[in-house]
């Protein structure tokens, strides 16, 4: 009698915790993320450096300064302003250059979307998805910069990897961010280059 007792709660219990677990499902609440989908990749062949405290910023700098066809920027908010002032000069250069920002910017004339605008970089504002404090530069197809680029304190890290597979990768994860990103179009204009005064002479 015990016995059955026994196994008569057990199996009350069971189905009182399989209740509250459905009742409390994603599906109901309606409010729970979806998990990002992850991906692994054994790369073969990778050479890798790290770089730590102000060290980051000099090696952020010099692999936009080595670019030779194209930089893409995804990043929770925008980078410092000697990084931003990298991006101008490669975009002056000819290569081509695009930004992804979680941040939403200020529509001011000095600040850096405003600035990259200007220079004709297309800047996206991702503010619907999470874009992770890390930043990550995708550089020629083929450079994975990913990490923090204005380092200030030694407990900030910078990963430079070169690998074409793994930059793969993060440029298929930075066009998904383009579909739903808005452009961020500026209000501010460039002044006008100053005209030129030209003085006739005066028959005699």
């Known amino acids: 009698m015990q016995r059955t007792l026994f196994v008569i709660l057990c199996l009350f219990i069971l189905f009182a915790c399989q ?12 409010a729970s993320p979806q998990k990002p989908v992850s991906k692994e990749l054994v790369l073969k ?3 890798a450096r790290v770089y730590f405290g102000t060290d980051c910023s000099e ?6 300064c080595e670019a030779r066809s194209n930089i893409f920027v995804q990043a929770h908010s925008l980078p410092s302003a000697a990084v931003i002032g990298a991006l101008i000069d490669a975009r002056k250069g000819g ?5 992804i920002t979680g941040r939403g910017p200020r529509k001011a004339k000095n600040s850096p979307a405003t600035s990259l605008a200007n220079a004709g970089i297309p800047v996206y504002i991702d503010s619907k998805r ?3 404090r890390d930043e990550t530069i995708v550089i020629d197809g083929k450079t994975v910069v990913a990490g923090s680029f204005d380092c200030s304190s030694d407990t900030e890290k910078l990963t430079v990897i070169r690998s ?5 990768v993060y440029m298929k994860n930075g066009k998904k961010g383009k579909q739903h990103a808005k ?3 500026s209000k501010v204009t460039p002044a006008p ?9 005066r028959k005699p």
């Open 45 to 47: 062949s990778a050479p």
């Open 130 to 132: 999470a874009i992770g």
């Open 193 to 201: 280059a100053a005209q030129r005064t030209v003085v006739r002479k």
């Open 59 to 64: 090696a952020v700098l010099k692999e936009i």
């Open 95 to 99: 290569l081509e250059v695009e930004v």
């Open 183 to 185: 452009a961020y179009r």
């Open 164 to 168: 074409p597979e793994l930059a793969t």
């Open 19 to 30: 209740d509250k677990s459905v009742s409390s499902s994603p599906k109901d609440k309606g």
